[in-house]
């Protein structure tokens, strides 16, 4: 979109704000960065070029997303980025939340939503203006026009949308709605999935989970913009991913019933993405299922301490977890993906029997019945192929999950009630991707 005409409003608007207090301005801090001599990393939501050129000379403003999807410029004027691409734009608007910053230099025009909201006689701030982040404005805007915001909130489009898809969507209109619509499908199956009967979260935990994504979004959005280097911006990315996690547990969540939940969800964004093309629909579950090893991890080293793991034990399962991100992170294809979770599986298992060490028998039957040739594996996967409702991959998952759970109280003999809690949660969770 060219935004040239809206720059004689700029400067009426400009002139006009002279008389008012600069003080009183709410401001935005962004940098915009060369996104053309960024380095790819396939895959991962790390904003790779924070370290890259910032582009100087570029014109800056603030814009409103109307209910068509259009902007609506609010800053009081323009401004030009400097020689590292800093700037500050400001505006008299207030109280406003997801304004967008444009910038423009010649042919090119890079966007980023405005997570945090702009008060008067503040500055927020906006992450690094650049491929990914004009994908991810461009998303915003269909939301908004498409009237979805309802079910799919920006920090959603945040946690989701990758450098890959981004690359694959940016400007695209009917890949955008493909991707909305698969992020539409998750969200109404991780509301299922809470108002399920097993896990009964409330519409106040809810409320509270979801003021704390905000937060955490707002966090992430300013951690990018101190970010020097990539290393910096993937360390955010995985505060910011714990921040998720975190919202849930700040709500009485636990984090293996956020992990579970997470899992139902995250089948039915995948079985949506598998509709699109081949590469983008192998980007998407690239992304999703880094996100279900970290949340795993996070699950299960808990989980084993509650077993009783020694130090020793503690750290192999550490180690595994690192494994498998390094695994789902180097993967050119699903199957490998799936040898990664195969992989971890059998490590998690191997402690679980060094953990219980007098259930080991036990342990072997158990994981048996789980991914025998007529084991509860191939159940559930026949119940949750491309295709099925929402309602039938929540129902399928709840019934693995609670499968597991008698048949773990039936055999662990022995094992106290904590041992035998932990031990469920560790094959659910030790299984749920294999």
């Not at 002139?15 to 960065?33: E, M, W």
């Not at 509860?376 to 129902?395: C, E, F, R």
């Amino acid at each position: 979109m060219n935004y040239k005409f809206f720059y004689s409003t700029i400067l009426i608007l400009g002139l006009i704000s002279c008389t008012n207090d600069p003080q009183g301005a709410s401001k935005v801090s962004g940098r915009v960065t060369d996104s053309s001599s960024a380095s790819n990393v396939s895959s991962q939501k790390v904003r790779s070029n924070v370290s890259s050129a910032g582009v100087e000379g570029a014109t800056v403003i603030m814009a409103e997303v109307q209910a068509d999807g259009s902007l609506k410029t609010v800053s009081t004027q323009s401004v030009q980025t400097d020689v590292n691409g800093n700037f500050v734009v400001e505006t008299n608007t207030s109280n406003a939340k997801n304004l967008v910053v444009v910038a423009t230099k010649g042919s090119s025009e890079w966007q980023s939503v405005v997570s945090a909201e702009v008060k008067s006689g503040t500055t927020v701030y906006a992450q690094p203006l650049n491929s990914e982040s004009t994908a991810e404005a461009e998303v915003y805007a269909r939301l908004i026009a498409t009237g979805k915001t309802n079910v799919v909130s920006q920090a959603d489009v945040q946690l989701y949308l990758n450098s890959d898809i981004a690359a694959q969507i940016k400007g695209n209109v009917s890949l955008k709605d493909q991707f909305i619509s698969s992020l539409e499908i998750r969200s109404q199956a991780s509301s299922q999935a809470c108002s399920n009967s097993n896990y009964g979260i409330t519409s106040s935990q809810i409320q509270t989970i979801t003021d704390a994504k905000v937060q955490a979004q707002v966090s992430y959005e300013t951690a990018l913009y101190n970010s020097s280097d990539s290393i910096s911006a993937v360390v955010a990315f995985v505060n910011y991913q714990k921040g998720i996690v975190s919202a849930y547990t700040s709500a009485n969540v636990n984090v293996e019933t956020y992990a579970k939940i997470s899992k139902i969800s995250s089948k039915a964004y995948l079985n949506a993405s598998a509709s699109m093309s081949s590469q983008l629909s192998f980007s998407c579950a690239k992304s999703e299922y880094m996100r279900d090893a970290l949340i795993i991890q996070q699950a299960m080293e808990a989980k084993f301490q509650s077993a009783g793991a020694t130090s020793l034990q503690s750290s192999a399962v550490v180690v595994a977890g690192a494994s498998l991100s390094t695994s789902v992170k180097s993967s050119v294809n699903i199957g490998q993906i799936a040898n990664a979770f195969a992989q971890y599986h059998s490590s998690i298992v191997d402690q679980l029997k060094l953990t219980l060490n007098t259930q080991v028998t036990a342990c072997n039957s158990i994981d048996a019945s789980i991914n025998g040739f007529v084991g509860m594996k191939v159940t559930l996967n026949a119940a949750i192929g491309v295709g099925v409702s929402t309602n039938a991959i929540v129902d399928a998952y709840v019934s693995f999950y609670n499968s597991i759970k008698i048949l773990v109280q039936a055999s662990l003999s022995g094992a106290s009630s904590s041992q035998i809690s932990a031990a469920t949660d560790i094959l659910i969770l030790a299984n749920i991707n294999s």
